[in-house]
């Protein structure tokens, strides 16, 4: 099944203490990215990859970074947390080279910082 | 900067009675594409419907269709013969087709749509 898995789905941590929230997908995907949710705000980028090695800044960069050493995989880290990256946090993958405009989306992470 | 901006916080319907959430948005682009996404209880984003700015006929799927006014900038989804599974929150979004390999889609805030029996 073609499909885009975040884990964990769920996570309660404190300030400070570094995480990462793991993204992989099997659909060869080059583009992945990742958003988050906050209420009356929609989703937001956070950091895009166009493929393996290559990764820019989206629109809220600050207090994250990522990775891409392998085609499926693309883990958000945060090395210190802190109570405002309290959010839903969802990581999405696209094949544009293939004519098809969609964006798959994971499960969704709900990161609760204290 | 792309916006996008949803004027209805929250709706209701009755159940199969036809319900419109409307989305307008801003760009300078002239190639892009819109999108319908639902997210249920369950957090997941489903994508609803595409639509193409280059193609003037309205995207259908299924009970979903929109209508798009590109001199407008105005994308309205419309879900006929409401169901109770289309309670939800709705995002509209907007991407340009051609932004150097972002990907990014611009969301707008959303609507929380109820479907009442």
């Known amino acids: 099944e073609a499909q885009v898995t975040q884990n964990p789905r769920y996570l309660i941590t404190v300030t400070g203490k570094k995480l990462t929230v793991t993204c992989s997908q099997n659909?060869?995907?080059?583009?992945m990215s990742w958003y988050r949710q906050d209420p009356g705000l929609g989703l937001r980028q956070i950091y895009y990859?166009?493929?393996?090695?290559?990764?820019d800044k989206g629109d809220v960069p600050e207090g994250y970074k990522v990775s891409r050493k392998e085609k499926r995989n693309f883990p958000l880290i945060l090395e210190s947390p802190s109570p405002n990256q309290t959010s839903l946090y969802f990581c999405?993958?696209?094949?544009?080279?293939?004519?098809?405009?969609?964006?798959?989306f994971g499960p969704g992470t709900r990161l609760t910082v204290l | 900067a792309q916006t996008v901006t949803q004027s209805q916080p929250e709706m209701s319907v009755q159940e199969a009675e036809t319900v419109t959430l409307s989305c307008t948005y801003d760009?300078?682009?002239?190639?892009?594409?819109l999108f319908w996404y639902k997210q249920p209880p369950s957090r997941q984003m489903i994508l609803v419907i595409r639509?193409?700015?280059?193609?003037?006929q309205n995207a259908t799927e299924n009970r979903f269709s929109v209508n798009f006014q590109k001199a407008a900038k105005s994308f309205s989804l419309k879900i006929s013969d409401s169901q109770l599974g289309d309670t939800a929150m709705y995002f509209c979004?907007?991407?340009?087709?051609?932004?150097?390999?972002?990907?990014?889609?611009?969301f707008g805030k959303g609507t929380k749509l109820t479907v009442n029996p």
């Open positions: 990859s166009m493929n393996v090695e290559v990764t």
């Open positions: 639509q193409e700015a280059y193609k003037q």
């Open positions: 760009t300078s682009e002239n190639n892009y594409y």
């Open positions: 659909m060869n995907h080059e583009y």
């Open positions: 999405a993958s696209s094949s544009p080279g293939t004519g098809k405009v969609e964006q798959f």
């Open positions: 979004a907007f991407m340009p087709a051609f932004q150097g390999g972002s990907e990014k889609l611009v």
